[in-house]
């Protein structure tokens, strides 16, 4: 029986790799010519994932172990709890932050600061722990956090900011860190778009305390959907570990410091918990994905140089936005950002409109402005400063795909749609 068992699964490997040998699936791309994003994977992923749903071992085990581990080692922190998504991932980074087991632990009404232009997944863990987040403005090289809105935005009350490296771009870490210490706060990361997005040489998710990635399908690398939560202490990630799983301590490295009146151990509950687990099929597919993250990062890098050049000529109606290069620093593109200037004899709508007739896929900077989203109404929050770039992305500003799937025809491609476009509006 185990040896029939063993030619049916070498058959089907063998099917799935034959599957995938025949080139892009149809219907990958949608309708699209060039499409915000496309699938991140093939036969070693689907394989991996088949052979755990055949040896029935599918919640969270060894494999997801294994992806935690290469994510810790590329990241260039410590530790890594692999979670089912980018937004569970922020979810206990705050949590973290609030814990009872911390010294200094978040209070209700304690202040955060963020960036205006994130994801509403960045904000929603600052409420549902309690605190007041205060959104400054951002700069429109990178689209992260401006370090002097920042500055001016810190009051009595401010506990924590969160380094969103927004569209692949690392923040000013070196700023940031020096704030975080003058002013003794915490320092998170939502690097849930940024895989592989260097600061001086640095990785993020190694520079805050606690920091946020995401394997949603669209992200540079892919568990179908997929987070992590990244930390360089031992004891938060003990706490991560527990808020993961219903609060037990069943997971963790060093158990708490908690007397036990005879409770059996593996359902000792000492900590708050959510059930944010992911499948054995998500660690699956990670472990496959990190060997294609280096050659995705070099694609999407040499596309943005090549449109950086051929959009240069525009540069009195197009902003381009070079990403975070200084200072040996290293941009990963989540897209291609583009922003029309006031001055344009046209409108974003004019050329969105264009080039998604051209079957370019485009769409807005994230959340945009998230001052003028009506979830802002729903929850305690401040506004620091004016927000004159926010405004400028939320009215000017959308990126189109840049990834893995888009080569030199493709390139090409959207660069003659330009140029088109722009010929027609002399
Ligand atoms: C900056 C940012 N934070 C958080 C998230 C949430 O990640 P997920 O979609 O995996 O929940 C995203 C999603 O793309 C994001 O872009």
Known sequence: MTERRQAISAQIRALVEEYFALGEVPGARGTARVPLHVPSYGAEEVNEALASLLSTR????????????????????????????????????????RSPFLPRPLAPGDEVIVPAVAWSTTYFPLVTIGAVPVLVDVDLDTFTLDPKAVEAAIGPRTRAIVAVHLLGNACDMAALGALARRHDLYLLED?????????????????????????????HISTIEGGMV????????????????????????????????????????????????????????????MQRLEPFIRTRRENAAYWGQAFAKYADRLRLSPGREDRGSRSVWFGYPLSVRPEA?????DLTRFLEGKGIETRPIMAGNFRDQPAIRLFPHRIAGGLPNAELIMRASFFFGNHHAIGEPERAYVRECVDEFMAGRR
């Open 58 to 97: 599918v919640t969270m085990g060894e494999k997801v172990q294994r992806f935690e581990a290469l994510w810790a080692d590329y990241v260039g922190a410590g530790q890594a709890v692999m979670v089912n998504s980018g937004s569970s991932a922020n979810l206990i980074a705050a949590e973290v932050l």
């Open 191 to 219: 690097a849930c778009e940024a895989h592989g997005a260097e600061f001086a040489g640095t990785r993020v998710g190694a520079f805050g305390q606690v920091a946020a990635f995401s394997f949603y399908f669209s992200h």
């Open 230 to 289: 990244v930390t360089s202490d031992e004891r938060l990630a003990d706490l991560a570990r527990m808020l993961r799983a219903h609060g037990w301590q069943r997971d963790v490295r060093k158990k708490l410091d908690v007397p036990n009146p005879g409770i059996d151990e593996r359902y000792f509950f000492v900590n708050f918990g959510y059930n944010l687990r992911p499948m054995e099929l998500q660690g699956a597919f990670g472990i496959h994905q």
């Open 345 to 349: 004899p046209f409108t974003r709508e």
